[in-house]
């Protein structure tokens, strides 16, 4: 039986997971900088995870708080290519629900919509929506656009209205863009046009 490990990640491992893992998992134009993640977890506003099994790393999530607001955002969430389709992600995911759905707080978060018209990553971010709604995560009623990126908002925990987590959401990207990018770059709620 291997020994599983569910921890809080120093600044040294977090600078180690940004540069071996996630920016191979995840597309440039969705990584914040390491600095400003580092900044925000000085501030206590960060968390990085690991799944460790026998010592060697597995999976990892990075939550993003806004100050004492109950509901935290699953920021990035990834299980390294060797460890896929073992339920290692699952795993994790459940520990991270337990430890952020205490005492009425909750978990949310964002998945780029599946409308791209390339099946290939189509088909990727349906599954990604099927993992986390097999986990408990629910659509929320309203969806974001953040640097010309379009999600759909999942929360899981007790029910809160739109208008209260779109309130945590604008803070944590306020918090992370100056005023003119924000303005210009972060949507919450985003309406998409209707296509003719």
């Known amino acids: 039986m291997s020994d599983r490990q569910f921890r809080l990640l120093s600044v040294p491992e977090l600078e180690e997971l940004y540069t071996r893992h996630m920016e191979r998992d995840f597309p440039p134009d969705e ?16 968390e990085p995870y690991g799944l460790f099994e ?5 999976a990892y999530a990075l939550y993003w708080r806004a100050g004492r607001d109950p509901y935290v955002m699953l ?4 299980v390294l290519p060797e460890g896929r389709n073992s339920g290692v992600g699952s795993v994790l995911l459940g520990e991270m629900l337990e430890r952020f759905c205490r005492n009425g707080g909750g978990v949310f978060g964002e998945v780029e919509i599946p409308d791209t018209g390339d099946e290939a990553v ?10 986390y709604a097999r986990a408990g995560l629910r659509q929320i009623g309203y969806r974001t656009k953040v640097l010309g990126v379009p999600y759909i908002v999942l929360a899981y925990g007790p029910e809160i209205p739109d208008e209260a987590l779109m309130e945590t959401h604008r803070k944590l990207y306020h918090s992370a863009f100056p005023d003119d990018v924000y303005a210009r770059e972060v949507f919450i709620p985003y309406e998409p046009e209707a296509r003719l």
Do not use: H, Q, T, V
């Open 75 to 78: 920021d990035y969430f990834a």
């Open 54 to 58: 026998d010592g060697a790393l597995k």
């Open 122 to 131: 189509d088909s990727l971010r349906r599954r990604r929506l099927g993992f």
């Open 31 to 46: 990584l914040k900088p390491l600095s400003r993640l580092k900044e925000l977890m000085a501030a206590g506003l960060y």
